[in-house]
């Protein structure tokens, strides 16, 4: 699996506030398949890497997505560490 942040940013808007906050894209890739994961994050810190790197990996080595297919959105649910 390669991973990286991408270089742009995204902006994120609270919506009760109004106020904007730059995300950062995590990537990663398995390199053979093609199979690619993003995840929007508030930093680049070792935290929120670990964080990319253990979502990505919960992703692509899941069966529906050795399979090819696309994981439902309770599926990526299940992922979250917050």
């Known amino acids: 699996m390669q ?3 991408a270089g742009q940013t ?3 808007i609270d919506p009760a ?3 904007i ?3 950062q ?3 990663a890739v ?3 398949s093609h199979l690619t994961f993003a995840f929007a994050s508030f930093s ?3 935290p929120e890497w670990i964080d990319g790197q253990v ?3 919960v992703f692509s080595f899941r069966p529906t997505a050795a399979a090819g297919g696309v994981a439902s959105e309770s599926q990526m649910r299940s992922t979250d560490h917050a």
């Open 44 to 46: 680049q810190k070792l």
């Open 25 to 27: 894209i995590f990537v």
């Open 30 to 32: 398995l390199g053979a």
């Open 17 to 19: 506030t109004g106020v």
């Open 55 to 57: 979502r990505g990996s």
């Open 10 to 12: 995204v902006a994120v």
């Open 21 to 23: 906050f730059p995300a």
């Open 3 to 5: 991973t990286d942040y």
